[in-house]
């Protein structure tokens, strides 16, 4: 079975040739049979995948994406187990680990290279709930899609998402400024694994098309949100 590295791993994707290194793959049989216990079993399931080291100027810290079942990872690679957890949700975990203010807050402790587990773990998980899954939706859209979108269509819809998660960390400040987008993308259209992949980018950039457009909300709040001050602070931060 193949043995994925960090260098295997980027941000929404899996790409097709590793930055470095070559595709190693394990003799799983016989590893199993030396190794026992549950994190062995982890392999039979999905998980997040992100990168054990990263630069600590890197400008995104955090590269996290979704491996499919039956590939193992190697030691340069951090995971989050998605056994017995919806898609729905998994999409969402994988927004938060992606967007800016999971990056901001890593690099504000972060003093190595390392991305530990522990820090993982320490970053804000606000609970899910069924009003943010116009956030699982748009995250769907970018796993997998990075060459499939062109690229002013892939870095607006993250930056929706980006304002969905500052929206749902500082609702104070998002909705007393009137910048919320949360209400306004209740009707997104998702994609499934029953669709072809043409008939996904074709969602895609027809949401992408309505949300765009200059006199709808969502663009504008998009376009504005940096007027609040605690969005203002992190994205400077982030563009030091």
């Avoid at 190693?24 to 079993?41: F, V």
């Avoid at 600590?56 to 951090?78: M, Q, W, Y």
């Avoid at 029953?194 to 074709?202: A, L, N, R, V």
Wanted: charged residues 25%.
């Amino acid at each position: 079975m193949p043995l994925i590295k960090g260098a295997g791993v980027q941000k929404w994707y899996l790409p097709e040739k590793m930055s470095q290194g070559i595709v190693e793959y394990l003799i799983y049989k016989d590893y199993l049979a030396q190794n026992k216990g549950e994190k062995n079993t982890h392999f039979n399931f999905s998980r997040i995948v992100m990168q054990g080291i990263t630069g600590v100027d890197e400008k995104h810290r955090i590269k996290a994406t979704i491996l499919p079942k039956g590939v193992f990872c190697g030691h340069s690679i951090n995971y989050i187990s998605l056994k017995g957890i919806s898609e729905f949700k998994s999409m969402y975990y994988l927004a938060l680990l992606n967007s800016e203010f999971s990056n901001w807050f890593f690099k504000k402790f972060s003093t190595n290279s390392n991305v530990n587990s522990y820090e993982i773990h320490n970053l804000p998980c606000p609970e899910f709930v069924e009003q943010y899954s116009p956030l699982s939706i748009l995250s769907s859209f970018l796993l997998n899609n990075k060459r499939k979108l062109n690229g002013i269509t892939f870095d607006f819809i993250e930056q929706v998402i980006n304002s969905i998660i500052y929206e749902i960390v500082f609702p104070e400040e998002i909705h007393s400024a009137n910048k919320g987008v949360i209400e306004y993308l209740q009707d997104v259209y998702p994609i499934d694994d029953s669709m072809s992949d043409q008939e996904k980018i074709s969602i895609i950039n027809s949401e992408f098309e309505r949300l765009y457009d200059p006199y709808h909300p969502v663009r504008n709040n998009v376009d504005t949100i940096e007027n609040i001050e605690v969005v203002r602070i992190i994205k400077e931060a982030l563009r030091k």
